[in-house]
């Protein structure tokens, strides 16, 4: 299992405040303690895609993600575009994490429709991932009717993960995406829903073992302190527990709340659920620091030395 490191999120250690340059030389820090991805959440700030083309150019080896980008806001054209020319800036290193969002969001925001996400994530697949290998789009549906091929020089086909929860979205990672990626799934979530059911859609579409890449709220400290941290990270996170997708993921899990699922402990405790989400079958953990001060930087610098 390759261990990352979550940025640009609410409530992590490195937040949706911080500045172009302080996301770069983030970038830079965790390729150098040797971790593996780094993926950016996408709000309402920073572009996460233009940001990490920019990190792509200052680092060699760390991949760089994004945790995910709303497809509603974007056409699937532009979308392509996009990520295509930072995975060129990040020369191949860069992976597109896309998802529909929320309710909440498209309607409340955007002012658009939520109406039937997973066949609106269906038809734009149909779009996006042909145009993200370089292919030419011919394309009539419902919600769009496109022609067109993307050409970016030094374009490699980039690799796409959904952010699949629901039934009919992880058939859809499975069996068009290359994975998916998971925010606030617990053990009995991932192991009885999330892998079998992706793992199931990727065999029956002929495609390779999908990619499972666990995202949860992280910090490290002593045991005394374990009560006290997962307040502040039920503070913290509480929004995501309010949030319908999310909601059925815990009370699937049988939680209460984000901090039930959340990686707190000392070294021995995050060491052994690291490798409990190893033994699942997980094959990337996307640690979301909290954003608890000297704790913060003595979490990162453990999951450095588990690498």
């Known amino acids: 299992m390759r261990l990352g490191i979550m940025c640009g999120a609410p409530g992590t250690?490195?937040?949706?405040?911080?500045?172009?340059?302080?996301?770069?030389?983030?970038?830079?820090?965790?390729?150098?303690?040797?971790f593996s991805t780094l993926w950016m959440a996408h709000i309402f700030g920073l572009d996460a895609i233009s940001v990490l083309g920019l990190a792509g150019r200052e680092t060699s080896k760390l991949e760089l993600?994004?945790?995910?980008?709303?497809?509603?806001?974007?056409?699937?054209?532009?979308?392509?575009?996009?990520?295509?020319?930072?995975?060129?800036a990040a020369q191949g290193r860069f992976t597109l994490g896309i998802g529909v969002a929320h309710k909440i969001?498209?309607?409340?925001?955007?002012?658009l429709s939520f109406d039937r996400p997973a066949k609106h994530m269906r038809e734009y697949l149909e779009i996006l991932r042909p145009l993200l290998n370089g292919e030419v789009v011919k394309h009539k549906g419902e919600q769009y009717q496109v022609r067109a091929k993307v050409t970016v020089p030094g374009a490699k086909p980039t690799p796409l993960l959904l952010a699949a929860l629901g039934d009919r979205m992880l058939d859809l990672a499975g069996q068009v995406g290359d994975g998916t990626i998971t925010w606030l799934c617990g053990p009995e979530t991932l192991s009885k829903h999330i892998i079998p059911k992706i793992s199931l859609a990727a065999n029956k579409a002929g495609r390779p073992a999908p990619r499972i890449v666990c995202g949860l709220p992280t910090i490290l400290v002593a045991k005394s302190q374990v009560a006290s941290a997962k307040?502040?990270?039920a503070k913290s996170f509480e929004l995501y527990g309010t949030i319908?997708?999310?909601?059925?993921?815990?009370?699937?899990?049988?939680?209460?709340?984000p901090a039930d699922v959340a990686m707190v402990g000392d070294e021995s405790d995050l060491r052994e659920k690291l490798k409990l989400y190893s033994d699942l079958g997980v094959t990337d953990f996307d640690a979301a620091i909290a954003d608890m001060g000297e704790s913060a930087n003595r979490t990162l610098e453990f999951l450095?030395?588990?690498l």
């Open 231 to 233: 307040d502040q990270i």
């Open 65 to 88: 993600g994004t945790a995910v980008v709303r497809s509603h806001g974007r056409h699937p054209i532009e979308m392509a575009q996009a990520a295509m020319t930072s995975s060129v």
């Open 244 to 257: 319908p997708s999310y909601r059925a993921m815990l009370d699937r899990e049988g939680v209460t709340g």
């Open 304 to 306: 450095a030395s588990e």
């Open 105 to 111: 969001v498209i309607e409340g925001n955007y002012g």
């Open 13 to 34: 250690a490195q937040g949706p405040s911080a500045s172009i340059q302080d996301y770069i030389d983030y970038a830079k820090k965790i390729e150098a303690l040797g």
